[in-house]
């Protein structure tokens, strides 16, 4: 197992340096393997990012497409790591690398099973791409979202997407996400009168002033939930003064709070929302957002539903149909009509310290994708 096809490649992808946006070679590595097998390959740079568009087959079947990121978050303090984080290091059980999880394992499974999958079934009536970008975890602003207006601007068809994000959570393949929240944080700032403590009625505070209406915003139920998504959210992440005197009042208040929503609100009434609120409570302010991307789901059909019975065979058990955690690129995919399902390895090490996935999974992973093609495509 630790030979697999995909254990090798997933090795030679963690031992590139790839912090985003940085591809560090890993899309060398994939593009030959996919050159190898006859996919037309087209590297598309914007700024700093590096995209990779790979396809094979004909549009006038369905075409599905793979999704991944070859960028990674930094290692943080290297010290803290048992290992090299960028040295692919096996234990009994386990394969440990920036990037195991999130999500190398899921591109080297992808690429390996679209090998198979065309050496083995020649003639398959359908496309098959790859969309493979190194700005998923930075700002995602020249990845994905360029390349699919791009193919917007050729129109070419996307049927399906495989998304190969981290979604396991105990046992690869229990959850299934359909869908994301929407994520918008806004940047609020509150003006006041600046002024000596001792003379607080020569002066506006404006934390005082700030006070009731963040009880107010956390006092808000927001909704209920919307068919398979929790009810929306609101957090404060930051309240900051950049004030350096103990005895000063400030003349302003920042504070940053992110939404993460579903498709019962939309950026447009979210923004309302906030506005009338603040509005209600008198204050000189001003408010910027920020759009990190609206929610999306996928209803049953087709791919959905493959992949639900290709999981039920393999498992043994109905996967979870979820939309919880934070934003991915199917945000960029799914406003296009696209049916987009995220499935990949185990999530329980992402951004953390000795991040790893089990030694067994990433060819386990690469059946289950294999099978998913076939269902689409052949059977």
């Given amino acids: ?3 697999h096809l995909s254990n090798l490649l997933l090795t030679d992808l963690i031992n590139c340096r790839s912090i985003t946006p940085d591809d560090a070679g890993c899309q060398d590595i994939i593009e030959a393997h996919l050159s190898a097998s006859g996919f037309k390959c087209e590297v598309l740079k914007y700024g700093e990012v590096t995209n990779l568009w790979a396809t094979i ?13 070859t960028d990674v978050v930094p290692p943080g303090p290297e010290k803290d790591w048992d290992f090299d984080p960028f040295d ?3 234990s009994e059980k386990y394969i440990f690398g920036r990037g ?14 679209a090998q198979e999958f065309i050496s083995n079934y020649p003639n398959y009536h359908g496309r098959i791409a790859f969309l493979i970008t190194s700005d998923e975890e930075g700002p995602a602003q020249n990845g994905t979202k360029k390349v699919i207006e791009e193919l917007q601007n050729r129109q070419e068809k996307i049927d399906w997407c495989i998304v190969g994000e981290p979604s396991s ?7 299934v996400r359909v869908g ?3 994520s918008l944080t806004g940047f609020l700032k509150i003006r006041g009168t600046q002024g000596h403590v001792a003379y607080p009625h020569l002066a506006i505070n404006p934390i005082h002033k700030s006070s009731p209406l963040i009880a107010k915003l956390l006092k808000i139920q927001w909704d209920g939930g919307y068919e398979s998504f929790p009810p929306s959210s609101l957090q404060i992440v930051d309240v900051s003064t950049n004030n350096e005197a103990n005895n000063v009042i400030p003349g302003e208040v920042n504070i940053i709070f992110n939404f993460r929503f579903n498709p019962s609100w939309s950026y447009k009434k979210l923004k309302l929302a906030i506005q009338r609120i603040c509005d209600e409570e008198s204050l000189n302010y001003e408010l910027r957002w920020r759009e990190s991307g609206e929610p999306f789901y996928t209803e049953s059909g087709f791919l959905r539903d493959t992949v639900q019975s290709v999981i039920r065979d393999f498992n043994g058990k109905e996967p979870i149909l ?6 991915s690129d199917g945000r960029f995919l799914a406003p296009h009509g696209i049916q987009v399902i995220e499935l990949g390895s185990l999530n329980k090490t992402i951004h953390k310290v000795n991040e790893c996935v089990p030694i067994a999974d990433t060819p386990k992973l690469t059946e289950i994708y294999l099978n998913i093609m076939k269902c689409l495509f052949i059977e």
């Fill in 57 to 69: 087959g004909t549009e006038k079947g369905p075409t599905l497409c793979f999704a991944g990121h």
């Fill in 1 to 3: 197992m630790k030979n």
């Fill in 88 to 90: 692919a290091t096996y």
């Fill in 169 to 175: 959570k105990d046992v690869l393949g229990d959850i």
């Fill in 180 to 182: 994301r929240r929407g």
């Fill in 322 to 327: 979820s939309t919880d955690g934070g934003t």
């Fill in 100 to 113: 195991a999880a999130d999500m190398k394992s899921g591109l080297a499974a992808m690429i390996i099973a």
